[in-house]
């Protein structure tokens, strides 16, 4: 079956630009959850969505935020880019929540300039 | 405040001999304890995991031991290959209703052959 699905890939952005970053989840998995990878920091949490409701937020400014739709799939969006927002950020989806993991998309990559 | 810690951020290891990665947390409110393997430009991939009511727990040549009064886990992998060689985040949760996992900062392994 497919995988976690993170579109685009890659992404290069100017400071003070505004970014959407698309996941879709393994058919059947009604969580979606956010993370973002920089070196050094390991991977931080920026949120959980189940059944389209945000669960859980991490430690991040208002200028992050998301949404999941009826099908489960999830968009992140990120306003008034930062340099220090370039990092690689990750996808996860699970059946169902509770915390004992869950499969990752590969990510995307995005550099601020 | 970084609660869950790897203090190594790298680890070189003959083939065939043991690789031991080293996680500590501080919240002895965690009840659940995942690693994940990430290798370049992909999304991390669950190897193992273990309950907070358990100490050890074995899938093939990965074992990881919890020792819950030292607020400390290891990950052992015997033998060692060279297609081992990724970095490694240990992760942690509280499990019940939320997906939120807290990730270490990884610990990169290299496998000699």
């Known amino acids: 079956k497919a995988g976690v699905t993170q579109t685009p890939r890659y992404l290069i952005k100017t400071r003070g630009q505004q970014v959407t970053l698309s996941c879709s989840p393994i058919?059947?998995?009604?969580?979606v959850s956010w993370y973002q990878q920089t070196p050094g920091q390991g991977l931080q949490f920026l949120f959980e969505?189940?059944?389209?409701?945000?669960?859980n937020k991490g430690n991040f400014p208002g200028r992050f935020s998301g949404r999941q739709f009826s099908n489960s799939r999830s968009e992140m969006n990120v306003s008034t880019l930062e340099l220090g927002d370039s990092a690689l950020y990750l996808c996860?989806?699970?059946?169902?929540?509770?915390?004992?993991?869950?499969?990752f998309g590969s990510g995307t990559r995005l550099t601020v300039v | 405040d970084q609660q869950v810690k790897q203090n190594s951020p790298s680890l070189s290891v003959q083939e065939g001999r043991i690789s031991i990665l080293n996680c500590d947390y501080t919240?002895?409110?965690?009840?659940?304890f995942l690693w994940y393997k990430k290798y370049p430009a992909e999304g991390p991939t669950f190897l193992i995991s273990?309950?907070?009511?358990?100490d050890k727990n074995e899938d093939g040549r990965f074992t990881v031991f919890l020792n819950k009064s030292a607020k400390h886990l290891s990950l052992h992998i015997v033998p060692s290959q060279p297609g081992d060689s990724a970095v490694y985040f240990c992760a942690a949760s509280f499990g019940g209703a939320t997906n939120k996992l807290i990730f270490g900062t990884g610990t990169l392994l290299a496998v000699q052959p």
């Open positions: 969505y189940f059944s389209e409701t945000q669960r």
């Open positions: 996860a989806s699970s059946l169902m929540t509770g915390g004992y993991g869950y499969t």
């Open positions: 058919s059947g998995h009604r969580s």
């Open positions: 919240n002895s409110m965690f009840d659940y």
């Open positions: 273990i309950s907070s009511i358990k």
